[in-house]
């Protein structure tokens, strides 16, 4: 049973540019959450999606974009990358019910120079 | 001020020890309770899921909650050199919208040496 997965696992961009990451969630979720983690820091909560749809954002400006398609996998988008943009970005995902927990892929190390 | 806090360490035992982690927040609205593991370059593994206050046991793994104090804390008995990792608090509040809505404590890096 296929975890969490992310692909790709390294990313090196300069600030300006566009990046795409993309998310496919564990077998049986549907809701998938994006989450960014500076280097000693936790993760912080970008947004959520569920049924193709953004169900909640986190503290992040609109230069963080989403998707989520039918088979439920999702990408993360970020425009105008700034140096700051360094971190890794981590996706998970769980069932659409109250008592149902995250699971996290191992994430996308995006280098901003 | 953070929402949760949590005490960065690092933290360094030897084998066999017992291990506590710790955890303070600030919203009342947190209902929900997890510890997760993170080791170097993967992403957090899920140990400890609890609703409300109370203790949870899983192997060497002790969850507590104490939701009058809002005060977390995940307990390792005799801890083992493959405990080492970087441990994480996080919580929720309940309720549809907040089901992927995880509030992270900093991280507490625990090394344990034979």
């Known amino acids: 049973d296929a975890g969490v997965t992310q692909s790709p696992t390294h990313l090196i961009k300069t600030r300006g540019q566009q990046v795409t990451l993309r998310c496919s969630p564990k077998?049986?979720?549907?809701?998938v959450s994006w989450y960014q983690q500076a280097l000693g820091q936790g993760p912080q909560f970008i947004f959520q999606?569920?049924?193709?749809?953004?169900?909640q954002r986190g503290n992040f400006p609109d230069r963080f974009s989403g998707h989520q398609f039918p088979n439920y996998s999702s990408e993360l988008n970020v425009n105008a990358l700034l140096l700051g943009d360094s971190a890794l970005y981590l996706c998970?995902?769980?069932?659409?019910?109250?008592?149902?927990?995250?699971?996290f892929g191992n994430g996308t190390r995006l280098t901003v120079t | 001020q953070k929402e949760v806090e949590q005490d960065p360490g690092p933290l360094s035992v030897p084998e066999g020890a017992i291990v506590s982690l710790n955890c303070t927040y600030s919203?009342?609205?947190?209902?929900?309770f997890m510890w997760y593991r993170q080791y170097s370059r993967k992403g957090p593994e899920l140990l400890m899921y609890?609703?409300?206050?109370g203790n949870k046991e899983d192997g060497r793994f002790t969850a507590q909650v104490d939701k009058s104090s809002k005060y977390i804390s995940l307990f390792i008995r005799d801890s083992q050199p493959s405990d080492s990792a970087t441990y994480l608090c996080?919580?929720?509040?309940?309720?549809?919208?907040?089901?992927?809505?995880?509030?992270f404590g900093q991280g507490t890096i625990l090394t344990v040496h034979p």
């Open positions: 998970a995902s769980s069932s659409d019910r109250e008592n149902s927990p995250l699971h």
């Open positions: 077998s049986g979720h549907d809701t």
């Open positions: 999606y569920y049924e193709e749809e953004e169900r």
């Open positions: 919203n009342s609205a947190f209902q929900y």
């Open positions: 609890t609703y409300s206050s």
């Open positions: 996080a919580m929720r509040a309940a309720g549809g919208t907040s089901y992927g809505k995880l509030t």
